[in-house]
């Protein structure tokens, strides 16, 4: 019987994707995009997935308030030409990866689940729980 093993991104993944990410991460900081409506500098890139042919790039990017995220990354994805350029300039590869900006939801999602943790009702079966293995344990 053959085994499937689920593997994880190769280390030169990972490197290229960390790398990438230092680039895009430079040029918001610069904030030398001439942008309309771009907020380069209330902008997070918080992380990079790149294929495993390290032909395309998944870029997650959040926006600090009062910022759209999803307003952001649209314009992101417009203007993508510049930071591809620089990408390419950058770091040393045989074909420049095509860059795809996304909203990085994962805060959000990190939110609602303490929200629902530290709601009343959770906390109430949290205590019941509580003391029903206190009374099993005597």
């Known amino acids: 019987m053959k085994k499937?093993?689920?593997s994880g991104p190769s280390q030169r993944q990972?490197?290229?994707a960390e790398e990438i990410r230092h680039?895009?991460?430079r040029?918001?900081?610069q904030d030398d995009l001439?942008?309309?409506g771009l907020k380069a500098s209330y902008l997070m890139i918080t992380e990079v997935r790149i294929s495993p042919d390290l032909t395309s790039v998944s870029v997650f990017v959040r926006a600090m308030s009062p910022?759209?995220?999803q307003?952001?990354?649209d314009l992101l994805n417009a203007h993508k030409g510049p930071f591809r350029y620089r990408v390419g300039k950058s770091i040393r590869l045989r074909l420049v990866p095509e860059l795809v900006f996304k909203p990085d939801l994962s805060f959000d999602e990190a939110t609602h689940?303490?929200?629902l943790l530290n709601s009343p009702t959770v906390q109430a079966d949290v205590r019941q729980a509580a003391e029903r293995d206190e009374s099993d344990d005597a």
Request: hydrophobic share 60%; no cysteine; charged share 20%.
């Open 4 to 6: 499937t093993q689920i």
């Open 14 to 16: 990972l490197r290229v």
């Open 23 to 25: 680039v895009l991460a």
């Open 27 to 29: 040029m918001l900081s």
């Open 34 to 36: 001439f942008i309309e």
């Open 67 to 69: 910022v759209d995220t």
């Open 71 to 73: 307003e952001q990354v």
């Open 113 to 115: 689940i303490a929200d």
